[in-house]
Protein backbone atom coordinates (compact mmCIF):
# COMPACT_ATOMS: atom_id res chain seq x y z
CA UNK A 1 0.00 0.00 0.00
CA UNK A 2 1.44 3.18 -1.19
CA UNK A 3 0.90 6.06 1.92
CA UNK A 4 1.41 9.48 1.37
CA UNK A 5 3.02 11.29 4.11
CA UNK A 6 3.23 15.06 4.16
CA UNK A 7 4.49 16.64 7.71
CA UNK A 8 3.19 19.85 9.42
CA UNK A 9 5.05 22.34 11.46
CA UNK A 10 5.79 20.82 15.47
CA UNK A 11 3.02 22.35 17.28
CA UNK A 12 4.65 22.27 20.16
CA UNK A 13 6.18 19.53 22.52
CA UNK A 14 4.45 17.03 24.30
CA UNK A 15 4.08 16.98 28.07
CA UNK A 16 6.20 15.22 30.31
CA UNK A 17 5.69 11.55 30.86
CA UNK A 18 4.57 12.23 34.24
CA UNK A 19 1.81 14.73 33.33
CA UNK A 20 0.26 12.70 31.22
CA UNK A 21 -3.70 11.28 31.96
CA UNK A 22 -5.81 9.47 29.06
CA UNK A 23 -7.38 10.31 26.30
CA UNK A 24 -7.51 14.67 25.66
CA UNK A 25 -4.11 15.38 24.10
CA UNK A 26 -3.64 14.10 20.94
CA UNK A 27 -0.09 13.74 18.60
CA UNK A 28 0.10 15.87 15.55
CA UNK A 29 -0.76 13.42 13.00
CA UNK A 30 -3.42 10.89 11.81
CA UNK A 31 -3.39 8.64 8.93
CA UNK A 32 -6.17 7.81 7.11
CA UNK A 33 -7.48 6.32 3.88
CA UNK A 34 -11.52 6.20 2.13
CA UNK A 35 -13.34 3.68 0.46
CA UNK A 36 -15.70 4.07 -2.28
CA UNK A 37 -17.02 1.34 -4.44
CA UNK A 38 -15.80 2.30 -7.79
CA UNK A 39 -11.85 2.61 -6.10
CA UNK A 40 -11.79 0.36 -3.18
CA UNK A 41 -9.65 1.50 -0.62
CA UNK A 42 -7.49 4.84 -1.59
CA UNK A 43 -5.58 7.95 -0.80
CA UNK A 44 -3.87 6.52 2.28
CA UNK A 45 -2.25 9.66 3.90
CA UNK A 46 -0.18 10.43 7.29
CA UNK A 47 -1.54 14.37 7.82
CA UNK A 48 -1.10 16.82 10.11
CA UNK A 49 -3.80 16.21 12.51
CA UNK A 50 -6.70 18.44 11.72
CA UNK A 51 -10.71 18.58 11.40
CA UNK A 52 -12.56 16.33 8.78
CA UNK A 53 -15.21 18.36 6.68
CA UNK A 54 -17.91 15.77 6.14
CA UNK A 55 -21.34 16.09 4.73
CA UNK A 56 -23.76 16.30 7.34
CA UNK A 57 -25.80 13.13 5.42
CA UNK A 58 -23.16 11.19 5.79
CA UNK A 59 -24.48 8.18 7.02
CA UNK A 60 -22.07 7.72 10.35
CA UNK A 61 -24.34 11.34 11.66
CA UNK A 62 -27.75 8.81 11.40
CA UNK A 63 -27.29 4.84 11.71
CA UNK A 64 -24.45 4.47 13.20
CA UNK A 65 -22.56 2.62 11.13
CA UNK A 66 -19.14 3.04 13.15
CA UNK A 67 -16.54 0.91 14.91
CA UNK A 68 -13.06 1.66 16.14
CA UNK A 69 -10.04 -0.36 17.91
CA UNK A 70 -7.71 0.82 20.51
CA UNK A 71 -3.98 -0.54 20.69
CA UNK A 72 -0.90 0.63 21.93
CA UNK A 73 2.93 1.86 20.83
CA UNK A 74 5.16 1.15 24.17
CA UNK A 75 8.68 2.74 24.40
CA UNK A 76 10.73 -0.08 25.48
CA UNK A 77 14.00 0.82 28.27
CA UNK A 78 15.93 0.30 25.17
CA UNK A 79 14.53 2.94 23.39
CA UNK A 80 12.82 1.08 20.85
CA UNK A 81 9.30 1.21 19.76
CA UNK A 82 7.05 -1.86 19.92
CA UNK A 83 3.08 -2.69 19.05
CA UNK A 84 1.20 -5.30 21.21
CA UNK A 85 -0.42 -7.85 19.40
CA UNK A 86 -1.61 -5.22 17.00
CA UNK A 87 -2.46 -8.34 14.30
CA UNK A 88 -5.39 -9.37 16.86
CA UNK A 89 -6.92 -5.81 16.87
CA UNK A 90 -6.55 -5.27 13.03
CA UNK A 91 -8.02 -9.45 12.92
CA UNK A 92 -11.05 -7.79 15.38
CA UNK A 93 -11.92 -4.94 13.17
CA UNK A 94 -11.88 -6.93 9.81
CA UNK A 95 -14.07 -10.06 11.53
CA UNK A 96 -16.39 -7.19 12.94
CA UNK A 97 -17.12 -5.04 10.54
CA UNK A 98 -19.78 -7.08 8.36
CA UNK A 99 -22.36 -7.62 11.30
CA UNK A 100 -22.38 -3.47 10.67
CA UNK A 101 -22.86 -4.16 6.98
CA UNK A 102 -19.26 -2.37 6.57
CA UNK A 103 -16.44 -2.52 4.26
CA UNK A 104 -13.10 -2.67 6.23
CA UNK A 105 -9.73 -2.47 4.79
CA UNK A 106 -7.37 -5.66 5.16
CA UNK A 107 -5.28 -6.57 8.29
CA UNK A 108 -2.22 -6.15 6.01
CA UNK A 109 -3.20 -2.42 5.25
CA UNK A 110 -4.54 -1.80 9.01
CA UNK A 111 -0.97 -2.73 9.95
CA UNK A 112 0.92 -1.03 7.32
CA UNK A 113 -1.12 1.95 8.57
CA UNK A 114 -0.03 2.22 12.38
CA UNK A 115 3.27 1.49 11.41
CA UNK A 116 3.23 4.42 9.53
CA UNK A 117 1.38 6.86 11.71
CA UNK A 118 3.92 5.53 14.85
CA UNK A 119 6.82 6.31 12.80
CA UNK A 120 5.64 9.87 12.12
CA UNK A 121 4.90 10.73 15.57
CA UNK A 122 7.66 8.46 16.69
CA UNK A 123 8.71 11.66 19.49
CA UNK A 124 5.11 11.09 20.89
CA UNK A 125 5.54 7.66 21.98
CA UNK A 126 6.49 8.09 26.00
CA UNK A 127 8.92 6.11 27.45
CA UNK A 128 8.12 6.25 31.22
CA UNK A 129 6.67 3.35 33.40
CA UNK A 130 2.74 3.12 32.88
CA UNK A 131 2.60 5.27 29.21
CA UNK A 132 2.25 4.28 26.26
CA UNK A 133 1.23 5.97 23.06
CA UNK A 134 -2.49 4.96 22.42
CA UNK A 135 -3.71 4.15 19.24
CA UNK A 136 -7.56 4.28 17.57
CA UNK A 137 -8.10 2.71 14.31
CA UNK A 138 -11.55 4.36 13.25
CA UNK A 139 -14.11 3.13 10.84
CA UNK A 140 -16.93 5.10 9.62
CA UNK A 141 -19.48 5.66 7.27
CA UNK A 142 -19.00 8.77 4.72
CA UNK A 143 -21.63 8.46 2.27
CA UNK A 144 -24.27 11.58 2.19
CA UNK A 145 -27.67 9.47 1.96
CA UNK A 146 -30.37 8.78 4.23
CA UNK A 147 -31.55 6.08 2.67
CA UNK A 148 -31.72 3.02 5.32
CA UNK A 149 -29.02 0.56 3.30
CA UNK A 150 -25.30 0.25 4.05
CA UNK A 151 -23.39 3.18 3.61
CA UNK A 152 -21.12 2.89 0.18
CA UNK A 153 -18.58 5.51 0.96
CA UNK A 154 -15.83 5.08 4.19
CA UNK A 155 -13.18 6.25 5.61
CA UNK A 156 -10.54 4.60 8.02
CA UNK A 157 -8.45 6.85 10.51
CA UNK A 158 -5.98 6.68 12.88
CA UNK A 159 -5.37 8.88 15.83
CA UNK A 160 -2.83 9.08 18.73
CA UNK A 161 -2.80 10.23 22.11
CA UNK A 162 0.32 9.72 24.49
CA UNK A 163 -1.25 8.10 27.62
CA UNK A 164 -0.04 8.07 31.56
CA UNK A 165 -1.58 5.26 33.55
CA UNK A 166 -5.22 4.89 32.99
CA UNK A 167 -6.79 5.59 35.84
CA UNK A 168 -4.61 8.18 36.89
CA UNK A 169 -3.53 6.64 39.97
CA UNK A 170 -0.21 4.85 41.05
CA UNK A 171 -0.44 0.84 40.30
CA UNK A 172 -3.06 -1.53 40.68
CA UNK A 173 -6.45 0.46 42.44
CA UNK A 174 -9.05 -1.51 43.28
CA UNK A 175 -12.66 -0.09 41.79
CA UNK A 176 -15.82 -0.75 42.97
CA UNK A 177 -18.77 -2.06 40.61
CA UNK A 178 -22.35 -2.07 40.82
CA UNK A 179 -23.70 -4.62 39.37
CA UNK A 180 -26.65 -4.14 36.38
CA UNK A 181 -29.31 -6.12 36.67
CA UNK A 182 -32.06 -4.06 34.16
CA UNK A 183 -29.55 -2.89 31.53
CA UNK A 184 -27.83 -4.55 29.12
CA UNK A 185 -24.75 -3.74 27.17
CA UNK A 186 -25.58 -5.90 24.08
CA UNK A 187 -28.44 -8.91 23.99
CA UNK A 188 -27.44 -12.13 22.18
CA UNK A 189 -27.96 -11.60 18.63
CA UNK A 190 -26.69 -7.89 18.46
CA UNK A 191 -23.29 -6.33 18.46
CA UNK A 192 -21.90 -7.32 21.38
CA UNK A 193 -18.99 -9.07 20.00
CA UNK A 194 -17.85 -6.20 17.61
CA UNK A 195 -16.20 -2.75 19.21
CA UNK A 196 -19.22 -0.74 17.65
CA UNK A 197 -19.74 2.52 18.74
CA UNK A 198 -23.48 1.41 19.38
CA UNK A 199 -21.99 -0.83 22.36
CA UNK A 200 -20.73 2.26 24.00
CA UNK A 201 -23.19 4.48 24.00
CA UNK A 202 -26.01 1.74 25.22
CA UNK A 203 -23.48 1.37 28.33
CA UNK A 204 -23.34 5.07 29.02
CA UNK A 205 -26.45 5.22 31.35
CA UNK A 206 -25.87 2.47 33.61
CA UNK A 207 -22.08 4.04 34.34
CA UNK A 208 -23.80 7.26 34.68
CA UNK A 209 -25.99 5.88 36.95
CA UNK A 210 -23.41 3.70 39.17
CA UNK A 211 -20.98 6.39 39.38
CA UNK A 212 -23.73 9.04 40.84
CA UNK A 213 -23.89 6.08 43.38
CA UNK A 214 -20.28 6.28 44.32
CA UNK A 215 -19.48 3.24 42.05
CA UNK A 216 -16.27 3.20 39.34
CA UNK A 217 -18.21 0.53 36.41
CA UNK A 218 -20.71 -1.65 35.98
CA UNK A 219 -20.87 -5.30 35.95
CA UNK A 220 -22.93 -6.46 33.15
CA UNK A 221 -25.08 -9.32 32.98
CA UNK A 222 -26.69 -11.57 30.08
CA UNK A 223 -29.98 -9.81 28.61
CA UNK A 224 -32.34 -12.72 28.95
CA UNK A 225 -31.77 -14.52 32.26
CA UNK A 226 -30.30 -11.42 33.79
CA UNK A 227 -28.12 -13.73 35.62
CA UNK A 228 -24.89 -14.64 33.98
CA UNK A 229 -21.74 -12.42 33.68
CA UNK A 230 -20.91 -10.67 30.80
CA UNK A 231 -18.47 -7.78 31.29
CA UNK A 232 -16.97 -5.32 33.22
CA UNK A 233 -17.27 -1.80 32.21
CA UNK A 234 -15.19 -1.54 28.83
CA UNK A 235 -13.67 -4.88 30.07
CA UNK A 236 -13.61 -8.69 29.91
CA UNK A 237 -13.86 -10.32 33.48
CA UNK A 238 -11.96 -12.86 34.99
CA UNK A 239 -12.66 -14.83 38.62
CA UNK A 240 -10.17 -16.82 40.96
CA UNK A 241 -12.75 -19.20 42.19
CA UNK A 242 -10.84 -22.12 44.35
CA UNK A 243 -7.86 -21.98 42.74
CA UNK A 244 -9.19 -21.70 38.96
CA UNK A 245 -9.14 -18.93 36.69
CA UNK A 246 -12.60 -18.73 35.21
CA UNK A 247 -13.69 -16.01 32.74
CA UNK A 248 -17.28 -16.17 30.62
CA UNK A 249 -17.06 -17.99 28.22
CA UNK A 250 -17.50 -15.92 24.43
CA UNK A 251 -20.76 -15.21 22.29
CA UNK A 252 -22.04 -12.57 20.09
CA UNK A 253 -22.00 -10.53 23.37
CA UNK A 254 -18.77 -10.84 24.38
CA UNK A 255 -16.61 -8.81 22.67
CA UNK A 256 -12.76 -11.51 22.53
CA UNK A 257 -10.28 -9.12 24.35
CA UNK A 258 -6.92 -9.14 23.12
CA UNK A 259 -6.22 -8.87 27.29
CA UNK A 260 -8.21 -11.34 27.67
CA UNK A 261 -6.38 -13.37 25.19
CA UNK A 262 -3.28 -12.82 26.72
CA UNK A 263 -4.47 -13.26 30.53
CA UNK A 264 -5.51 -17.06 29.44
CA UNK A 265 -2.32 -17.53 28.02
CA UNK A 266 0.01 -16.63 30.98
CA UNK A 267 -2.50 -18.66 33.05
CA UNK A 268 -2.17 -21.40 31.06
CA UNK A 269 1.76 -21.20 30.94
CA UNK A 270 1.32 -21.47 34.96
CA UNK A 271 -0.16 -24.63 34.85
CA UNK A 272 -3.36 -22.87 36.39
CA UNK A 273 -6.97 -24.09 35.63
CA UNK A 274 -8.31 -22.21 32.83
CA UNK A 275 -12.19 -22.78 32.62
CA UNK A 276 -14.25 -20.46 30.02
CA UNK A 277 -17.77 -21.17 30.50
CA UNK A 278 -21.23 -19.48 31.91
CA UNK A 279 -20.74 -17.92 35.24
CA UNK A 280 -23.70 -17.27 37.38
CA UNK A 281 -24.66 -14.61 39.64
CA UNK A 282 -25.86 -17.14 41.85
CA UNK A 283 -22.43 -18.73 41.74
CA UNK A 284 -20.26 -16.11 42.60
CA UNK A 285 -22.73 -15.69 45.47
CA UNK A 286 -22.05 -18.32 46.98
CA UNK A 287 -18.68 -19.11 45.86
CA UNK A 288 -17.92 -15.37 48.03
CA UNK A 289 -19.59 -16.95 51.04
CA UNK A 290 -17.82 -20.20 50.86
CA UNK A 291 -14.50 -18.02 50.95
CA UNK A 292 -13.38 -19.95 47.68
CA UNK A 293 -14.17 -16.10 45.37
CA UNK A 294 -10.99 -14.99 45.72
CA UNK A 295 -10.40 -12.13 42.95
CA UNK A 296 -11.66 -10.60 40.36
CA UNK A 297 -10.33 -8.23 37.39
CA UNK A 298 -11.02 -6.80 34.58
CA UNK A 299 -8.88 -7.17 31.08
CA UNK A 300 -8.08 -4.29 28.23
CA UNK A 301 -5.51 -3.09 26.64
CA UNK A 302 -6.25 0.95 28.57
CA UNK A 303 -5.17 -0.27 32.02
CA UNK A 304 -4.07 -4.04 31.23
CA UNK A 305 -5.58 -5.55 34.63
CA UNK A 306 -8.16 -3.55 36.59
CA UNK A 307 -8.87 -5.62 40.27
CA UNK A 308 -12.08 -5.18 41.68
CA UNK A 309 -12.23 -4.57 45.20
CA UNK A 310 -15.95 -4.88 45.49
CA UNK A 311 -18.97 -5.80 43.61
CA UNK A 312 -22.76 -4.54 45.10
CA UNK A 313 -25.37 -6.40 44.11
CA UNK A 314 -28.60 -4.64 45.63
CA UNK A 315 -28.31 -4.22 49.08
CA UNK A 316 -25.59 -7.16 49.17
CA UNK A 317 -21.75 -6.14 49.18
CA UNK A 318 -19.55 -8.87 48.05
CA UNK A 319 -15.62 -7.88 49.04
CA UNK A 320 -13.17 -9.37 47.18
CA UNK A 321 -9.59 -10.36 49.10
CA UNK A 322 -10.03 -7.68 51.56
CA UNK A 323 -10.62 -4.84 48.98
CA UNK A 324 -6.80 -5.08 48.23
CA UNK A 325 -5.28 -6.44 44.48
CA UNK A 326 -4.74 -9.85 44.68
CA UNK A 327 -1.76 -11.73 43.57
CA UNK A 328 -2.90 -13.33 40.28
CA UNK A 329 -4.17 -9.69 39.09
CA UNK A 330 -0.36 -8.56 40.23
CA UNK A 331 1.33 -10.96 38.66
CA UNK A 332 -0.69 -10.85 35.40
CA UNK A 333 -0.15 -7.43 35.37
CA UNK A 334 3.53 -7.23 35.89
CA UNK A 335 4.11 -9.40 33.56
CA UNK A 336 2.61 -8.00 30.52
CA UNK A 337 3.70 -4.54 31.37
CA UNK A 338 7.41 -5.73 31.61
CA UNK A 339 6.87 -7.74 28.25
CA UNK A 340 5.34 -4.50 26.62
CA UNK A 341 7.98 -2.22 27.96
CA UNK A 342 11.06 -4.92 26.74
CA UNK A 343 12.23 -5.88 30.23
CA UNK A 344 11.24 -9.23 29.84
CA UNK A 345 11.84 -11.55 27.01
CA UNK A 346 9.03 -11.88 24.45
CA UNK A 347 7.98 -14.99 25.02
CA UNK A 348 4.99 -15.84 22.50
CA UNK A 349 6.01 -13.41 19.55
CA UNK A 350 3.41 -10.29 20.88
CA UNK A 351 5.42 -7.42 20.40
CA UNK A 352 5.83 -6.00 16.75
CA UNK A 353 8.59 -3.32 16.61
CA UNK A 354 7.94 -0.35 14.63
CA UNK A 355 11.01 1.98 15.32
C1 LIG B 1 -12.23 -3.06 23.93
C2 LIG B 1 -13.10 -3.88 24.83
C3 LIG B 1 -12.58 -4.87 25.69
C4 LIG B 1 -11.11 -5.11 25.87
O1 LIG B 1 -10.50 -5.61 24.74
P1 LIG B 1 -8.91 -5.54 24.60
O2 LIG B 1 -8.66 -6.10 23.26
O3 LIG B 1 -8.35 -6.39 25.69
O4 LIG B 1 -8.54 -4.11 24.74
C5 LIG B 1 -13.47 -5.63 26.43
N1 LIG B 1 -14.80 -5.43 26.35
C6 LIG B 1 -15.33 -4.48 25.56
C7 LIG B 1 -16.79 -4.32 25.51
C8 LIG B 1 -14.51 -3.67 24.77
O5 LIG B 1 -15.05 -2.76 23.99
Redesign the pocket.
Known sequence: MDIRITTGARRGERPADEALGFGALFSEHLFAMDYSVEAGWHDARVEPRGDFRLDPAAAVFHYGQAMFE??KAFRGVDGRVRLFRPD??AR?MVAGAPRLCMQAPSEAQMLSALRALVQVDVDWVPGAEGTSLYLRPTLIATEPFLGVRPSRQYRYFIIASPAGSYFGGAGLTPVRIWVERRDV?APRGGL?AT?AAA??VASLASSVKAQREGYDQVLWLDGQHHEYVE?VG???VCFVIGGALVTPSLSDS??A????DSVLTLARERGLKVEERPVSLSELVSAHRGGHLTEVFG????AVITPVGELALGEERLVIGDGAPGPLARAFSEDICAMQRGLKPDRFGWLVEVA
Do not use: D, F
Open positions: GCLHRRGKNYETMNILGVTRTGTA
